[in-house]
């Protein structure tokens, strides 16, 4: 059987899509270096305060560019709905447009309630306002859902590992085989993707491999905040020797190649010393640590309310602390297993400490640095003239006015933690070869690029647009915080 | 500045030994020792076997003796073994100690080792990696500085306007952008028969020897996407902050021509922030290299990282770490030296 | 001054917007005004009144969202509009120049000052480098700038800031241009400098025949440097006129309401308090309709006044004065006296506070960044002694450096003494940090700030932050016991309840303020220190707040300490007056004491620097030389001997060796100063200022 065509029916739209994007390209060319020949023309402004931008040659440039870009897009949409309503009857495109409509639905809720509530979300609302920052929250909310679905088996198609020795690296939209000549029943019938050097489906692997990242990425830049902000603060706040010790460590660890660092932590060998479980069992008290200092700080003017807030954080959240930390096969092993709660995989877990761990000097060095400036304001002042403490000082008067910047590199941050994963992925570390991992993946698929590229593409594509989204939120954010 | 020279030396000196005291601890530990046991005596060696061949070798001597050694600053070890010759670090397996045989042999000494993989002298494979890696830095600085600094000066002196927000789209996009994935797509589009575009090589094997555009220019491309994005962004911010500052509108005010406001006024005032970024970004290139020279399989020093780390070659990746340390470290003098140089304001006395 | 002469400067009906994403906000409307050749304009009005959008649409310079959107601008009779971008830059530097606020700022850090300076003739006459060069020596000279050559090849951060914005006024004489635009050009100084700078600028002016457009907050400064006068009000000028005319015999409520918000001679917060004008200043995008100034006018009339636009109509009998007010012919306007509000005269009580030799060095690395070489002391504080009593406003008055702040950190526990000793209620506090001193200690001795953008946490709501420190205080037993006590305090310091849940950044400066103080007083201080509580307010403001501080240290009992470098606002509010420089008591004693003969030769310079905005007031004028001495390299002997101008009256050389001994007058020996000059000398100085007789 011949492998599906990308369009299907509605390959003739192709053909329009390539000239509206030949002309969107071209007329943005010329208007981006007409600008710098051509002036802009003068508003002009009316008696009533209104203005009327006059048009120039410039103007009329940007509206060609602009209609273009919209023709542009209509085809684009017209493949999206089309493509979901024909399924697979409109190609490859089709297919796949089709296998995400609970993304659509997802998205479409998610946004058009934002939109709807925007302007009682305080700066998440506002990213509305920027397109940039639409585009990236666009971006990162469809690989979250798809990852969220992706789990719930709604979206793949195939077993992301289950191999068929008929699909060997056969191109995006070959028909499904379990072997060759034996047709699959029930089975979705193509490889929307093709099939990587084993015949296992490359887009099920995408959405698969993206759970891994969008699981690991944000809780681990998390914990890399909550150690660079518990360390970050005093350090700026007393200065002094601590200041110099902290820094001092921060320096050693960003001066280590990270690649190195991931050589040297993220092996085999040390898994089993226990190094990394020791390393954890110390990093993750660190959120313990952040939320008791927090509440104490507030309340130890009220005993009362203090003891119960105290107890209560403390019990939940050591729990859970005592259940990451004690395995009852690794080197910790603390907790009784009816008490345990849950295990993490030792590959899972080291990669999960050494990047908090690569993480955490930037953050601290970040922190450090707002600090040292929110440090000198008057409220401050006020704070100390009244006798209060250097945490509560540090935790409600200094962190909350620099939640801003914070946010934003939390975002980019977030987009760097899924690269470097995908690093490690990249060198086969940490996680199981046949983990769909984006890293991993592309890490497979490298050794034949130059013949079937199309194995390591899709991932690299999908990590692409996911950290491009991330960093274009943060952009978006950045822009709309600094606007008030 | 003497002064301050000496003091960031000092410190970078500390940071030196701190970092290869790790590397050295996390290198010897024994799980990895074992396996060096292992793979160069018999594979099916017992515990007790395992021990008396890594004692016999000096491997059971507690981690800072070994340091010291390694370092040679402690004598090297001698040891009598069981068949009754004598194996010292700093002559290897004789009859007896040779009379002219140095006391001390390690890094500072100049002798770094043997590679287990490659048969040789750990510093003669730096050497030539070393270089072939640098070929690699060099023509990766040259397109990436210009471009990124360009990007920038032009994105930050208008702020808000169209080509500013064409050019930060374009940084946002690199920046994305991390060699795997670039390389990937490079590849796809350039170099594999699926496109059919065989402008270019998608190997730079044989850019060893003799670099050509066909067979350099995409990994070279490769490493300065990521970086120039980072740098280009660093710069328009940098700028676009100066030409806010009151002293540019002083100068626009002057009747100086906006040319000239920006490149008499703006210029060195916006780059004293990137400046420090690129010699920051050195450690980050460091990555690009490895991923690039093992994607694009060129033998240099990033892929001679990779083969030490995934075949234990203890003394290699000890010598590959303590060099990118040095890099990584006078390149953070080099910054701090730069950004006193390029900044009036801190004078150093 | 006649209409012959064509007018340098002529704005017509000029408006000005700045264009959001959202909506257009009027900067700048129906604005009209002539500079005659020679002639000195002032432009004055509060922040966000437009006055400096006026000067930066006089230069075309009004970025990306700012546009004029009617009216024009002439230039020596030329259109402006029609200059096209090569025209204006020739015009702008050579024909008109300006001079902000921030010297510092408007220097390129990273160039030299030589080449500052000579760019300009070398881009408007293409004259050669080293010609400009000597150019750029007689300016330098003409600025009075000691050492000329050095200065040429320093960078400005090596320079002080007096001498900064003398760099600055000599870029913009460089091509003796024929308009000189200056924006605040002394608000970052010190007051003596800033008198130095103030002078300077008159005589080139004379000098240079050059006219000006003065654009200031400051009434006094205004009245000293200008010909001519514009009042500003939300966007519009309200008033303009001969300064003459305006100041004696004004037309407009809200230019007499800034009158009477200013502490002039003859004000006293018990016989003749000051008048806070009413309200808030409007924000741009909710004017009221017909006349700004409307709702917070005291002679406004409903149906009239907020009928339609008003235009500026010219005020008969005076040359050139113009008024935008409907009623000013209605208006009695020699009802022009202060509030007669009665407020009970409180006498001091005990001792409360007595400082006795305190003294405070700082030990710091020659540079945070290259820690090393030897450490260096900071003499912030040397020997200060004084004591203050219950109910009693003592002010404490110096120029930036002088130490006033630091003894504030040490009496609040911010930082310990080095010597001497501190005691509050016969318990020595001086050495014990704030983390060691018991509540009612930390709850006696409170705070208010001076930027009111700066002291409210912006994360926390108002009620939250006032409650916090009835918490720390441990004022009240229960959560709702300490909100009924929050509500109290705001009712204190009259802001509405509702303030309690409202964010920081929803409430204006001068509200701010009057949380900050609530807050201050939320645990029943004793001792309050006003570090310039006012001085970062609008003018307008600043009347409301200070009195409301007096209120609350009336009905409290509470001792204020009022750090402060505005004499003005110091004769109106202190009962007593601490003047200090480089560290020490120079002067103290009773507030009318100090503000006449004898003086210490520094509160002399002083007071003939500070600009009283009052016409009938002549001052002898003294400029310090220089500026003030680093704290860390104090001079020997008399600190103020670098700069004093008696020192020739002092016989040998006592002035450079030795610390003078505080010389003792008037009754209980209240009124000290700290000089070498004999007792003679000192009390046949004359008056600085003298109020001509009406």
Known sequence: MEPLSWTGILAPLVTALWIAAAAAAALAALRFAAGFVLAPAEGQANADGTLTASRGPLEWLEQAAFLALSAVAGVVLIFVLGGAALGLEAGLIGGIFRRLIPVWIALGITLAGSYLLRGRLGLYGKLFDSVIGTAGLVLVLFWVFAAVFGTFDLIVTHNPLGQSGAMKNEVPGTPYTRMIGETAEGAYPVYLLGGDNLGRDVFSRMIAGSWTVVQIAPLATAFAFMVGITLGLPAAYFGGRLDTVLTFLANLILAFPVILLFYLLVTPEIVATGIPTYMAAVMFLFPILFLTILLNARYHTRPALRLGLLAAVIGASGWLYLSLVSERLGAVHILPDWLDLFDVPGGILVVFVSVVFVNAPTVFRIVRGIALDIKTRDYVAAAQTRGEGPWYIMLWEILPNARGPLIVDFCLRVGYTTILLGTLGFFGLGLPPESPDWGSTINDGRKLLAIYPHPALAPALALLSLVLGLNLLADGLREESLRD | MGMFLLRRFAVMLATALCLTFVVFALTNLAPNLEKVAKTQGNTRMSDPEVDSWLANRGYGRSLPVKYGEWLGVLPGYVIEQPDGTVRGRCFGQADARPPDAPARCGVLQGDWGTSTVFREPVGAIIATRLALTGKLMFWVMVLMVPAALTIGVLAGMREGSRTDRALSSVSILSTATPEYVSGVILITVFASSAVGLRWFKGTATSAMENATLENFLLPVVTIALFGMGYIARMTRASMAEVMQEQYIRTARLKGVRFRNVVLKHALRNALIAPFTVIMLQIPWLLNGVVIVETLFNYKGFGWTLVQAASNNDIELLLGVSVVSVVVVLLTQLISDVGYVRLNPRISVT | ?694
């Open chain 3, 1 to 694: 001054m006649t209409d012959q002469e064509p007018p340098i400067l002529e704005i017509e009906d000029l408006s000005i917007s700045f264009f959001t994403r959202d909506r257009e906000i009027p900067a700048v409307m129906d604005f009209s005004c002539r500079v005659l050749p020679g002639e000195a304009m002032g432009l004055v009005g509060e922040s966000g009144c437009g006055k400096s959008t006026v000067a930066l649409g006089v230069m075309r310079d009004l970025g990306r969202s700012g546009r004029i959107t009617g009216g024009r601008i002439r230039f020596k009779g030329r259109d402006m509009a029609d200059l096209n971008d090569r025209a204006l830059r020739d015009l702008r530097g050579r024909d008109i120049a300006m001079i902000y606020q921030e010297p510092m700022a408007s220097l390129n850090p990273a160039m030299r000052v030589g080449k500052q300076l000579t760019e300009v003739p070398v881009i408007h006459e293409g004259i050669a480098e080293s010609e400009a060069r000597t150019r750029a020596l007689e300016v330098l000279a003409d600025v009075q700038l000691p050492d000329p050559e050095r200065i040429l090849r320093a960078y400005p951060h090596q320079l002080s800031g007096g001498q900064q914005q003398r760099i600055v006024i000599a870029m913009a004489l460089m091509a003796n241009p024929s308009l000189l635009i200056l924006d605040e050009p002394t608000t970052a100084l010190d007051v003596t400098v800033e008198a130095a700078v103030v002078d300077l600028v008159k005589d080139l002016g004379r000098k240079y025949g050059t006219s000006m457009l003065f654009i200031s907050h400051n009434l006094g400064l205004v009245l000293e440097t200008c010909d001519r006068i514009c009042v500003m009000y939300s966007g519009e000028a309200v008033e303009t006129g001969d300064i003459g005319d305006v100041f004696d015999r004004m037309r407009h409520p809200y230019t007499q309401a800034l009158f009477r918000s200013i502490p002039l001679p003859g004000a006293d917060k018990h016989a003749k308090p000051l008048v806070a004008i009413p309200g808030n200043f409007p924000l741009p995008h909710e004017r009221p309709p017909g006349c700004n100034f409307g709702p917070r006018c005291d002679y406004f009339e409903a149906g009239r006044c907020d009928a339609r636009a008003i235009p500026m109509r010219p005020v008969a009998g005076d040359d050139r004065h113009r008024s935008r007010c409907l009623r000013f012919d209605d208006i009695d306007w020699s009802r022009m006296a202060l509030g007669g509000v009665d407020a009970t005269r409180t006498d001091p009580g005990e001792v409360i506070l007595r400082v006795e030799d305190l003294q405070k060095h700082y030990e710091v690395g020659a540079s945070a960044l290259f820690r090393g070489g030897e450490t260096r002391v900071v003499k912030a504080n040397e020997s200060l002694t004084f004591d203050a009593r219950e109910a009693e406003t003592l002010a404490i008055v110096g120029e930036s450096g002088c130490g006033k702040s630091t003894f504030a950190k040490v009496l609040l526990g911010l930082e310990t003494a080095t010597g001497g000793e501190v005691i509050l209620d016969n318990r020595p506090i001086g050495d014990t940090p704030i983390q060691r001193r018991e509540t009612a200690t930390i709850a006696d001795v409170q705070m208010v700030f001076q930027n009111p953008f700066d002291t409210l946490n912006p994360s926390m709501t108002i009620g939250r932050q006032i409650m916090r420190a009835l918490e720390i205080f441990k004022v009240g037993g229960s959560e709702a016991a300490r909100r009924e006590r929050m509500l109290d305090l705001l009712d204190l310091v009259k802001l509405p309840r509702e303030f309690a849940d409202r964010m920081p950044r929803q409430l204006s400066g001068g509200q701010k303020q009057r949380v900050g103080i609530a807050r201050a007083f939320a645990g029943g201080a004793r001792i309050v220190v006003a570090d310039e509580p006012v001085s970062a307010l609008d003018v307008s403001v600043q009347a409301a707040v200070a009195d409301l501080l007096m209120e609350i240290q009336r009905t409290q009992k509470t001792t204020l300490l009022f750090i402060s470098h505005d004499l003005s606002i110091v004769r109106y509010l202190s009962d007593r007056v601490l003047v200090m420089y480089l560290g020490h008591v120079v002067e103290i004693g009773d507030t009318s004491d100090v503000f006449s003969p004898p003086y210490h030769p520094y509160t002399e310079a002083l007071l003939s620097a500070v600009p009283i905005a009052d016409t009938r007031v002549t001052k002898k004028s003294i400029v310090l030389e220089g500026d003030v001495p680093s704290a860390m390299d104090p001079p020997p002997g008399c600190p103020f001997q670098t700069r004093c101008h008696w020192k020739s009256q002092v016989p040998g050389d006592l002035c450079e060796t030795k610390v003078p001994e505080m010389v003792r007058f008037g009754p209980e020996g209240r009124h000290q100063i700290k000089c070498h000059l004999t007792r003679e000398t000192l009390e046949a100085m004359e008056p600085v200022i003298t109020l001509a007789a009406e």
